[in-house]
């Protein structure tokens, strides 16, 4: 019996401002983030200093080591831009050789899991083209928490014991990751202050040196070293060959509102098809939708076969587009995503074939706009939960395992290769209204491969639905995958904060439904800043920012 207690609604606060505003995951990230706001700094700088210090007190879902996807709005020109900041792999990487020493998939730990971080060049090529502030003020907040300490709290307590045995299958025993992220050799306390020196000293270098020394200097050569100690293939020349690229977002229109992200090799284009499918049916009444979800199980099962069918496009096609010509405009036409949803069942569950792709994550999203009316939504992610396992003591940098989306399968259109992009579940999000110059809202979530269907849910909750962007970000949600890696999408997970009769309505159309805790984080958490009336480039404009309940995150306005 579903306890009635499940149905309390819980604070969903909404923050106002009206000359920034910052929302990420946890607290401490966006205090710095609008702390360069507040010195006069550019979206861009405040979203580095939130990502800086994510990367320190939230490490299960990012960090230096990792990757990133960048969509910016600049305010004076009237262009929004899409930065790629992920990894590719090692120029030594050889799909065939791993086949023949009897690996079928590339494990999830360890040192062959790794990619080039991209995370760190990303925010060089930005800062250089819209920053204002020094490298040092912008990494200070995340300097001073690695050194001083940051309070142990529950999130990084839990996933580093969930993550240890994982590690230690694969790296032994104390490895780099025991001997930074559990020193004393016992759970943290709560509250316990969380000293990073290594990782401190590794910033301030970044701070003093440039960001280009991750790469190009002694941090790209210790790295090297200590890569090569853990057993990866990565050296000194694929760290300096790394670039990111700056390219176009892609976009699509849901009922009119333009939604744009970032092209492939991100999933945003997953997040675009799932959004056109759904568009090709009638949404449920504006009043269907509030905190306790949408009170429609007919929408959500159409929201899970649409995700179906995006997921075996993704499975099909998402991979570096510089290795595989991908169909994007067709994939986001309307015109595809009518003949998808003219194949629905409307009243029961279809069964896909199993997926090619493994499934997980471990993800931060941000956003930041300042008071010119420059907007930054970016998401960055070690992949699953601490990433490879991979901890370099001597620099403090723990290192992605997204290399363990590469196929060992020569005909996958993600097989691994040298210097390849794999596919990423990360998507940024920016929605704009019917005729309007500016962003509306700005938005996205971290949770693997459940991403593109929260953003859906999300929009759709803001447009079909007309809530605020704190009931968007807060109400129940649901996501389809398979129950372990590669196997068919089917399994619902679904909040119990839904009505009982929802569910049981699920069930009887042949959804296997996981009924889970009210508030479950493992669903992922989203955000979002809406800009009223055109935000702060309009005198008349203000802010509404929200952080996602499931998260350690307060939204940080002014």
């Known amino acids: 019996m579903t306890d009635h207690r499940d149905r309390v609604l819980a604070p969903q606060p909404l923050a106002r401002g009206a000359r920034g505003a910052v929302v990420a995951p946890h607290h401490l ?165 969380v000293r990073l020196p290594a990782l401190a000293e590794t910033l301030e270098r970044l701070a003093d040196v440039g960001f280009e020394d991750f790469y190009d200097g002694d941090l790209g050569e210790r790295q090297a070293r200590g890569l090569a100690a853990a057993g990866s293939a990565i050296g000194v020349a694929d760290l300096r060959a790394h670039v990111s690229t700056w390219t176009n977002p892609i976009a699509t229109e849901y009922r009119g509102v333009r939604v744009t992200t970032h092209p492939p090799n991100s999933s945003g284009i997953v997040a675009l098809e799932l959004l056109n499918i759904l568009e090709a049916f009638e949404p449920p009444p504006v009043g269907a939708f509030g905190q306790n979800g949408v009170e429609d199980a007919r929408w959500i099962h159409l929201g899970i076969e649409a995700a179906k069918l995006a997921i075996a496009d993704r499975d099909r096609w998402l991979t570096d587009p510089a290795f595989l010509d991908i169909p994007v405009e067709r994939l986001t036409s309307s015109e595809y995503a009518r003949d998808l949803a003219a194949g629905i069942d409307l009243e029961r569950a279809s069964r896909p074939a199993a997926s090619t792709n493994p499934r997980g994550g471990g993800t931060i999203y941000l956003a930041t706009v300042d008071a010119d009316g420059n907007v930054v939504s970016l998401i960055e992610s070690n992949y699953m939960g601490f990433g490879s396992g991979v901890v370099d003591p001597e620099t403090g940098v723990h290192y992605q395992n997204r290399g363990s989306y590469f196929s060992l399968d020569p005909a996958h259109p993600n097989v691994l290769a040298p210097g390849k992009r794999t596919l990423h579940t990360l998507l940024p999000g920016m929605l704009f209204r019917p005729g309007e110059r500016r962003p509306w809202v700005v938005t996205g979530s971290m949770g693997g491969d459940a991403q593109p ?106």
């Open 29 to 193: 990230a966006t205090a710095a983030g609008l702390a360069m706001l507040r010195a006069g700094g550019h979206a861009v700088d405040a979203a580095i200093a939130t990502n800086a210090v994510l990367g320190v007190v939230l490490p299960s879902g990012s960090g230096i080591g990792g990757d990133a996807f960048w969509l910016i709005w600049d305010e004076a020109s009237g262009v929004q831009t899409a930065l790629n900041g992920s990894g590719r792999a090692p120029a030594a990487a050889d799909q065939a050789a791993l086949r023949a020493s009897g690996l079928a998939t590339i494990p999830f730990r360890g040192p062959l899991a790794v990619t080039v971080p991209g995370a760190v060049r990303s925010w060089a090529d930005a800062h250089d083209r819209h920053g204002r502030l020094s490298r040092a003020e912008i990494l200070a907040p995340a300097i001073a928490l690695a050194w001083d300490g940051f309070p142990a709290w529950d999130g990084f307590i839990s996933a580093v014991e969930g993550v240890l045995p994982d590690v230690v299958e694969a790296m032994g025993e104390r490895s780099g990751f025991e001997r930074v992220y559990r020193p004393h050799g016992r759970p943290w306390r709560p509250g316990e202050r």
């Open 453 to 558: 269907q929260i953003h859906a849910q999300v929009v759709s909750a803001l447009v079909d639905g007309a809530v605020d962007v704190a009931t968007a970000v807060g109400a129940p949600r649901w996501f389809v995958d398979g129950n372990e890696h590669f196997a068919p999408p089917v399994d619902v997970r679904v909040e119990r904060r839904y009505s009982p009769a929802i569910l049981d309505a699920l069930e009887a159309m042949g959804h296997p439904v996981t009924r889970t805790i009210p508030f479950n984080g493992n669903l992922g958490h989203a955000h979002a800043i809406e800009l009223v009336d055109g935000g702060p480039a309009d005198a008349d404009g203000s802010l509404a920012a929200a952080t996602d309940p499931r998260s350690a995150g307060l939204p940080a306005v002014w």
